[in-house]
């Protein structure tokens, strides 16, 4: 049985580069999106779980942004790791002093206990009709919904903390996916369009992006997230605060 490893430290000390950035089939569609939006450069971006600080970095040394903040759960280890890479640092208890243009939630709110207070902190910490871009896996992506007709654990999913593995079959390592989750909730497509429109944001874009590195099926599931984003493996929403 696999055990869980430290997941704050594996998190904070993970290293990337700006090439890896640019090779993301996630990242690379943030960046795309970023690039679309009028004067981005001069815009006041917020990393909202920025770990440690490689796409705000990129932000500022290669897309050239110049407000460009980050914040984090694990607050003392991404301090230091922001003032290292010239990353503004803004403890979470502080969001509601800023108002920002564009927030990006990354991998996020899949690991948030309170959803709706969270989103609503969200919405006050943007200016109107500024932008959030926001990335989740999918519940119901196309690999997903074989696992569970087979009777076998979605992925993204996890019983317990420590044990990681419980419940995921070997079909399920064909992805290649890390089960280091954390998760605590799971979005299909449209829980999570009805969710955002609930608290009155406004869906302009969505995406779907693959996540897999087997070989085997790694084009599928390219074309998948292509053609059908609402199955692919990765959810990935550009919505305006209304």
């Known amino acids: 049985?696999?055990?869980?490893?430290?997941?704050?430290?594996?998190?904070?000390?993970?290293?990337?580069?700006?090439?890896?950035?640019?090779?993301?089939?996630?990242?690379?569609?943030?960046?795309?999106?970023?690039?679309?939006?009028?004067?981005?450069?001069?815009?006041?971006?917020?990393?909202?779980?920025?770990?440690?600080?490689?796409?705000?970095?990129?932000?500022?040394?290669?897309?050239?942004?110049?407000?460009?903040?980050?914040?984090?759960?694990?607050?003392?280890?991404?301090?230091?790791?922001?003032?290292?890479?010239?990353?503004?640092?803004?403890?979470?208890?502080?969001?509601?002093?800023?108002?920002?243009?564009?927030?990006i939630l990354g991998e996020v709110i899949e690991h948030i206990v309170d959803l709706d207070e969270f989103i609503i902190n969200i919405k006050r910490s943007l200016s109107k009709k500024s932008i959030a871009i926001i990335s989740t896996p999918n519940l119901g992506s196309w690999f997903n919904r074989i696992l569970i007709v087979l009777g076998m654990v979605p992925l993204y999913y996890q019983y317990s903390s420590k044990f990681v593995s419980i419940g995921h079959s070997r079909l399920s390592r064909l992805t290649n996916t890390n089960c280091n989750y954390g998760h605590i909730r799971l979005f299909t497509f449209n829980a999570l369009r009805e969710f955002l429109e609930l608290y009155k944001f406004k869906v302009i874009k969505y995406y779907g992006t693959s996540v897999v590195s087997n070989r085997l099926i790694k084009p599928f599931d390219k074309t998948i997230s292509q053609i059908f984003p609402k199955i692919a493996h990765q959810l990935v929403f550009v919505v305006e605060n209304e």
Do not use: A, W
């Open 1 to 103: 049985m696999k055990e869980n490893k430290n997941v704050q430290t594996e998190f904070c000390d993970s290293k990337f580069s700006y090439s890896e950035i640019e090779k993301s089939p996630r990242l690379s569609l943030f960046i795309r999106e970023i690039k679309k939006i009028k004067d981005f450069r001069n815009l006041k971006i917020l990393d909202y779980g920025c770990g440690n600080c490689f796409f705000s970095s990129y932000l500022k040394n290669i897309l050239r942004c110049k407000n460009v903040y980050g914040t984090d759960i694990f607050e003392e280890e991404i301090e230091k790791i922001s003032k290292e890479k010239g990353i503004k640092f803004i403890p979470l208890k502080n969001l509601n002093n800023h108002k920002f243009d564009l927030i």
